[in-house]
């Protein structure tokens, strides 16, 4: 398969998800970390904060313990920043600056924010680019280099293409 194929293929939206959560874990080690060991007091408090904000974003099973979460999460669900990939993505790289202004710890936690921010934004941009493709009427086909209409009224398949499938290819990359 082609590059831009498994970028299309490859299910970002897991990526990110799983993505938010090693960073809110990473917020709350790196930034009670520096607390204990008195590195930058302001950048851990800032950090354990942050934790806290996408433990309440990114952990649904928080809702259960703490109520508050669960209205925030609904406020923010209904505002456009957690529904947008793209806007979701412009928040974690906003979260993270204050991360790197420090030789600390919490340069670990703010790579692993603007990671999971760059797979909010591959997501998105798959996501638009499917939406075009439907647009247009056609969709991803798992036969590298060939789309199909989607709906297909009057669509018949070539004779040709009918009486020899093309062969199957695998991929070198296993995702």
């Not at 959560?21 to 800032?46: A, P, R």
């Amino acid at each position: 398969m082609l590059i831009c194929e498994d970028i299309q293929a490859f299910n970002w939206a897991r990526a990110a998800d799983y993505g938010g959560k090693v960073s809110t874990l990473s917020c709350f080690l790196t930034g009670v970390l520096s607390l204990f060991m008195g590195m930058n007091v302001g950048i851990g408090l800032y950090t354990v904060f942050i934790g806290f904000l996408l433990a309440s974003i990114e952990l649904p099973f928080i809702y259960v313990c703490i109520p508050a979460c669960s209205k925030f999460r609904s406020v923010a669900t209904e505002s456009v920043f957690l529904t947008n990939g793209f806007l979701r993505m412009g928040v974690y790289v906003l979260l993270s600056i204050l991360m790197f202004t420090h030789k600390t710890l919490n340069i670990m936690t703010g790579i692993f924010i603007v990671l999971t921010a760059l797979f909010y934004l591959v997501g998105w941009a798959v996501g638009k680019y499917e939406e075009q493709e439907q647009a247009k009427g056609t969709s991803y086909n798992p036969v590298p280099g060939e789309r199909v209409p989607i709906t297909g009224a009057g669509f018949q398949q070539p004779a040709a293409a009918a009486a020899n499938p093309p062969a199957q290819q695998s991929s070198s990359y296993n995702f």
